[in-house]
C-alpha cells in the first residue's frame, strides 16, 4: 500500500514537470552530480497495519472476511480494545477458522488481558490437534507476577486460567507439575481462589475411576499425595469461610463444593448465607439432583426474599419436577407472573411426563395466539421457540408432519442453516431414519462451527449409525461423551453407544453402555424403559 503510494507521488512529479511546472518546483538546469538514490522505504509499523486492517474491515461486505480482518487487526495490536469488542461480539460460529491465529496472538502477548479472556474462552474453537493448545494458560499465569494486586474481574481471569492449566496437566499425565503448581500456588497468604481451584484439582485426581487412573498412569502412591494435600487444603478453605463475603465470592465458593460433589458442604455454605437471594436460587440448580429436599428448601427461601420474583417459583416446579410431583409443579404455574415462562414450563412438564398429546395442543394454542400478534423481532423469537419444541415433539411421537413444519418455518426465516437449528433438524431427520443425506449435511453444517461441540458430535454419531457406519458412529458418540456439553445429558449418548455395540454383536459393551444410560441424570428426551426393553432383550 505505502509503496504504491509513494510511486504515485514519483508519477505526479513527472507529470508536473512536463507539464511546466512553476520555477521554484522543476529547474530547467540539469545537475552536474548523480541523483541521490532514493531512500529505502521502512517497514510500516503495527499501528499502521493494525490500522490498514481495520480500514479493510469497515469496508468488507462479507462476515467471515471481516472476521479475518479484525483477527489481523489484533495481531498487530493485540491491546486494541476496538478489535477485541468487535471480536467478543461476532458469532461464536464464525470463530473456528480464525481461532489459531487470535490464539497464537494471545500466547505471544499475554499482558493483554482481553484478548487471553477472549482466547481462553474460545480455545474449543481450536482444531484438536492444534500444537497451540495448553501454551496459553501457561504463558499468561507467568505474566501474573502479583495476583493479589488483581481486581475483580483480574481474579476471574485468574481463576480460569488456573483451571485450565490444571486439565491441560492432567490432560499431559504431568503430575509432577501439578504437584508444584499446587504447592506454588497454596504457599502462605494466598488467595482463596487459588486454594479452592488447587483443592478441586488434587480431589479430581485422588478420585479418578479405576478406567482414568490406567489411562493417566496415576500410581496409587501420587493419588495418596494428592488426598493428602486435598484434606489439608479443605481443612483450610472451612475455616477462612467466615473471611467469604461478598456475594460472587459466595457463589464461586458453592460452585467449588458442588464441582468437588460435596452437596453436604454446598448445603451447608447456603444456609450460612440464606439472606442472599442468588445465593438460594444457585443452590437449587446446584442440589436439585443430589438433594431435592434441600433444593426445595432452598427455593422456598428465595421465595420469602423476593415476592415479586418469578424465579423462586421456577426454581420450586423445577425442583417438584425432579422429585416427578408433576401434580405440585403444575400448582404452582398459575402464579407465575410472566406468560412466556409460564407456557415454557408447561411444556416442560408435559415433556417430563410423556404427555405428547396434550403437549401438541399447548403448541398449537400457543401457535395461534402469536400469529396474531404484529410481526416484530419477540414474536418471532416465540415462534422460533415453539418450532423448536415442535422438533423435540417429531422426534418422540416420529411426526414426519411436525419435523417438516417447523424445517419449513426455518428455511422461510433463513435460519436453517445456524448451527444450533441444523443439527436439531438432522438430527430429528435421523431420528425418524429420514433422508439421511440431508441429515448428516446439516450436522455437518453444525460442527464445522464448533467441532467439539457434543450434542453435535453426538448427532453425527446417531446420523452414522443410521448409515450404517458403525465404526464412525463410534468414534463420534465417544468424542461427545468427552465434551462438556454432554455431561448432563450423558443418557442418550450411552444409549447410543448400546445401540451401536449390540449392533457390533458385542454383547458385554451394549449391556455396560445401557446400564450406564440408565444411572445418569434424567432429561426430558431421554426415555428409560425403552432402554431398559433393549438391556432386558440382551440377558
Not at 475411576?209 to 498412569?217: I, S
Not at 415442535?390 to 426455518?410: D, F, G, T, V, W
Not at 433463513?414 to 430429528?428: D, F, K, M, S
Request: charged letters at 25%.
Amino acid at each position: 500500500m505505502l509503496k504504491k503510494t509513494f510511486c504515485s507521488v514519483l508519477l505526479l512529479s513527472g507529470v508536473l514537470a512536463l507539464a511546466g511546472a512553476p520555477p521554484a518546483l522543476v529547474s530547467d538546469s540539469v545537475p552536474d552530480d548523480p541523483p541521490m538514490a532514493l531512500p529505502a522505504l521502512r517497514e510500516p509499523s503495527p499501528q499502521v497495519l493494525a490500522l490498514t486492517a481495520f480500514t479493510h474491515f469497515t469496508r468488507e461486505k462479507d462476515p467471515a472476511k471481516k472476521l479475518e480482518y479484525l483477527a489481523e487487526m489484533v495481531k498487530h495490536d493485540p491491546r486494541s480494545e476496538l478489535a477485541l469488542a468487535l471480536l467478543y461480539e461476532a458469532p461464536r460460529s464464525m470463530l473456528p477458522p480464525v481461532m489459531p491465529s487470535i490464539y497464537k496472538t494471545a500466547c505471544e502477548h499475554p499482558e493483554s488481558w482481553m484478548l487471553v479472556n477472549f482466547a481462553l474462552l474460545n480455545q474449543k474453537f481450536l482444531p484438536a490437534d492444534s500444537p497451540l493448545s495448553g501454551r496459553l494458560s501457561e504463558a499468561a499465569l507467568a505474566a501474573m507476577d502479583e495476583p493479589a494486586k488483581l481486581d475483580e474481574k483480574g481474579r476471574v481471569l485468574y481463576r480460569l486460567l488456573l483451571r485450565d492449566r490444571f486439565e491441560q496437566l492432567l490432560q499431559k499425565h504431568d503430575f509432577d507439575a501439578a504437584l508444584r503448581l499446587v504447592e506454588e500456588r497454596t504457599q502462605q497468604g494466598s488467595l482463596p481462589l487459588e486454594r479452592e481451584e488447587a483443592w478441586c484439582f488434587c480431589l479430581s485426581a485422588a478420585e479418578q475411576a479405576p478406567e482414568n487412573r490406567r489411562w493417566l498412569g496415576l500410581q496409587s502412591s501420587m493419588r495418596s499425595e494428592f488426598r493428602q494435600k486435598a484434606d489439608v487444603l479443605l481443612a483450610g478453605l472451612l475455616q477462612d469461610e467466615a473471611s467469604i463475603t461478598t456475594e460472587q465470592e459466595v457463589l464461586v465458593r458453592l460452585e467449588c463444593y458442588a464441582k468437588a460433589k460435596r452437596p453436604d458442604l454446598v448445603k451447608a455454605f447456603s444456609e450460612r448465607n440464606r439472606s442472599r437471594l442468588t445465593v438460594q436460587l444457585r443452590t437449587v440448580d446446584l442440589l436439585r439432583e443430589q438433594d431435592p429436599a434441600a433444593a426445595l428448601a432452598a427455593a422456598l427461601a428465595a421465595e420469602k426474599l423476593a415476592r415479586q420474583d418469578d424465579r423462586p417459583l421456577l426454581a420450586q416446579i423445577l425442583v417438584y419436577m425432579e422429585m416427578k410431583n408433576y401434580a405440585k409443579a403444575e400448582s404452582i404455574l398459575p402464579r407465575l407472573r410472566n406468560e412466556e415462562q409460564k407456557f415454557f414450563m408447561q411444556t416442560q412438564i408435559f415433556m417430563y411426563q410423556k404427555k405428547y398429546t396434550e403437549l401438541a395442543g399447548v403448541l398449537d394454542t400457543a401457535e395461534v395466539r402469536l400469529l396474531l400478534l404484529p410481526d416484530s423481532k419477540e414474536r418471532n423469537a416465540r415462534l422460533g421457540h415453539l418450532y423448536f419444541l415442535r422438533l423435540l415433539l417429531a422426534e418422540k411421537i416420529h411426526s414426519q408432519k411436525l419435523l417438516e413444519s417447523a424445517e419449513n418455518y426455518y428455511r422461510k426465516q433463513g435460519i436453517l442453516e445456524t448451527p444450533a437449528i441444523a443439527n436439531a433438524v438432522g438430527y430429528t431427520l435421523a431420528v425418524l431414519n429420514i433422508r439421511l443425506d440431508e441429515a448428516e449435511r446439516l450436522i455437518d453444517i453444525a460442527l464445522r462451527a464448533a467441532p467439539n461441540n457434543g450434542a453435535f458430535l453426538d448427532s453425527k454419531g446417531w446420523v452414522l449409525f443410521r448409515k450404517g457406519n458403525l465404526a464412525g458412529a463410534e468414534e463420534y458418540l465417544l468424542k461427545a461423551l468427552n465434551s462438556e456439553e454432554i455431561k448432563a445429558g450423558a443418557a442418550a449418548t450411552f444409549d447410543h453407544l448400546g445401540d451401536v455395540k449390540a449392533a457390533q454383536k458385542d454383547i458385554p459393551a451394549a449391556r455396560e453402555y445401557y446400564k450406564k444410560a440408565l444411572a445418569a441424570p434424567l432429561t426430558p428426551d431421554f426415555d428409560p424403559a425403552t432402554v431398559q426393553s433393549k438391556l432386558e432383550k440382551l440377558q
